[in-house]
């Protein structure tokens, strides 16, 4: 299927223009190259220890387990604190743990026990990080170049994989386990000073920031509503659980089967990372001409092709040709669901909504590692890898309807078109519940087009915060019908004007054209709680 769309705007390097936007993605990047550093010095050293296929895949959960476990929590703070600060507080617990780990290991005093807690430690610090760091995109680029910056991020985080890892092997090889481990602290320490030059200028809000409860209720509120996310997340789980085979019985493949060392696994890495880069320099043509499901699929199916070589070649010439495939599909397909992760959400969410995505794409690697490395322990990792290959090309099949494409033709920044509530007293934020009416006239031969839009509206009620919501029409008075909708208290209401956007504004639109009559559909607002009898005098402004 060929894609319509236009081709990508030339200027999709411009975002590095920005000094502190292209400061952060640098350091980034480094940060990230470092912990692919470290988890590759952390397994090799659980393989030469133990030589235990289930413990070096112990070794990649206990890094990606806390993302599962933590994942939420860290998006929901990362939307409702400043993240300046929270990221300066993150990368200072993994520069400890780092040293910590540096330190053990020059000492001669890292068990495969301690090995793993101090993994799992690191992992924790990742899991809080990445939402912040994926977030902050929108933040340092103006609204044009949201899209190029989200690829860039995409692109730097995948170098970063592919390149780590590579590093990490040569790093082991040549210098031991001790230097990588200290390679990954001084990339946390880089990070830590730029983020010290940032000088961040967040959005301003007349409303107070969401409390912990209140914002993780809202985030999965709104992925519950939210299509297009939804449809990222279902193709994320179609994916990582069986590309993680790779990751987990790399370093048993070249150890066990192929009596290889730390210098050949590194130059497999290396090749994973050559095919990762080609893939990133030449994604912007192939998401031109092609359908973004499309590519994905047909990503799919190369690493599971790549798994199959990885499975069934014993050769110094051919595997690496396997893993220039493997490097090349995962980065089309790793890009591909994270530029519509952030493209699919308004910026209020987008940490939760990213978190939800990493939870995804961590359980199905903490997951993945357990299963194969299980599977190769118990059978052969010939069998284990030839089994992922398999279900990575039945999960893609399964998936292939459910769409991603068009994310980023979304209008999701804040409309900004209803007034504020016009009150005759004031009302504070924690009353409630609120009721709002919305009355509308609609001629019979436009009631199939009403319903249509209202069904599209209620999603965005419900989506933005309101616990009930209904369409009523009036059977003494044909053609009157009356929208209604209920929030929690006051300020979740005034929220719902901060949150509504320009695609839900276009739907508003739309019914406000089916709607007859002089004047614009009546509006009002009942407030209950304690100061309920004082009375709100009804509001009649169009716009909600």
Not at 103 to 127: K, N
Not at 320 to 340: C, D, E, H, K, R
Request: net charge positive; charged share 15%.
């Amino acid at each position: 299927m060929v894609n319509t769309a236009s081709p990508a705007a030339p200027g999709a390097w411009a975002p590095l223009q920005i000094s502190m936007f292209r400061a952060l993605w640098l350091a980034i990047m480094g940060s990230n190259i470092g912990t692919w550093v470290n988890d590759v010095a952390a397994a090799w050293v659980m393989a030469e220890r133990t030589g235990s296929p289930l413990m070096v895949a112990l070794v990649q959960s206990a890094t990606t387990v806390p993302i599962v476990l933590l994942a939420l929590v860290a998006g929901t703070l990362a939307d409702i604190v400043d993240r300046r600060r929270y990221l300066l507080a993150t990368q200072g617990w993994m520069l400890a743990v780092a040293g910590t780990m540096a330190v053990l290991t020059h000492l001669d005093l890292l068990s495969p026990t301690l090995l793993v807690v101090l993994t799992f430690c690191m992992g924790c610090g990742a899991a809080m990080a990445m939402p912040a760091q994926a977030a902050i995109v929108s933040e340092l680029v103006p609204p044009p170049m949201l899209a190029s910056a989200v690829a860039l991020n995409s692109i730097g985080i995948n170098i970063a994989r592919s390149l780590g890892p590579a590093i990490g092997g040569v790093i082991v090889a040549q210098l031991g386990a001790t230097w990588a481990f200290g390679f990954n602290a001084i990339s946390f320490a880089a990070m830590l000073v730029v983020l010290l030059r940032w000088q961040r200028d967040p959005k301003a809000s007349s409303l107070p920031p969401e409390g912990f409860g209140a914002g993780l209720k809202s985030g999965l509120r709104y992925a519950s509503r939210a299509g297009h996310l939804q449809a990222v997340l279902i193709k994320s789980a179609g994916f990582f659980f069986f590309a993680s085979a790779m990751t987990a019985l790399l370093p048993v493949v070249v150890r066990g089967q192929m009596q290889g060392g730390a210098g050949q696994y590194g130059m497999l890495l290396g090749c994973v990372g050559i095919g990762a880069v080609s893939g990133a320099l030449l994604l912007p043509k192939l998401r031109a001409r092609l359908d973004r499901d499309l590519l994905v699929l047909l990503a799919t199916l190369a690493l599971a092709l790549s798994l199959v070589g990885l499975a069934v070649l014993r050769s110094w010439v051919l595997l690496p040709l396997a893993m220039l495939v493997n490097g090349f599909a995962w980065i089309t397909v790793l890009s591909s669901l994270q530029i519509a992760a952030q493209t699919a959400v308004p910026a209020w969410v987008r940490a939760r909504a990213l978190a939800l995505y990493i939870m995804v794409f961590s359980l199905g690697m903490a997951a993945g590692g357990l299963c194969w490395g299980a599977l190769a322990q118990r059978s052969t990792p010939t069998l284990a890898l030839l089994v992922a290959a398999v279900g990575a090309v039945v999960a893609g099949l399964l998936v292939w309807r459910v769409r991603i494409s068009g994310t980023e033709e979304l209008d999701l920044r804040p409309a900004g078109h209803w007034p504020a509530p016009e009150l005759s007293v004031a009302v504070a934020h924690d009353r409630g519940p609120v009721l709002v009416t919305v009355e509308y006239r609609i001629d019979a031969a436009d009631r199939v087009a009403f319903h249509a839009c209202m069904r599209l509206l209620g999603r965005v009620r419900r989506r933005d915060g309101a616990v009930l919501w209904g369409v009523a029409e009036d059977v003494a008075s044909p053609g009157v019908h009356l929208e209604y909708f209920v929030t929690a208290s006051w300020l979740e209401h005034l929220r719902q004007h901060e949150r509504i956007t320009a695609d839900d504004k276009a739907v508003q639109e739309q019914l406000r054209t089916l709607h007859r009559g002089e004047r614009h559909p009546v509006v009002r607002h009942f407030v209950g709680g304690s100061d309920a009898l004082d009375g709100v005098v009804p509001h009649t402004h169009s716009d909600i």
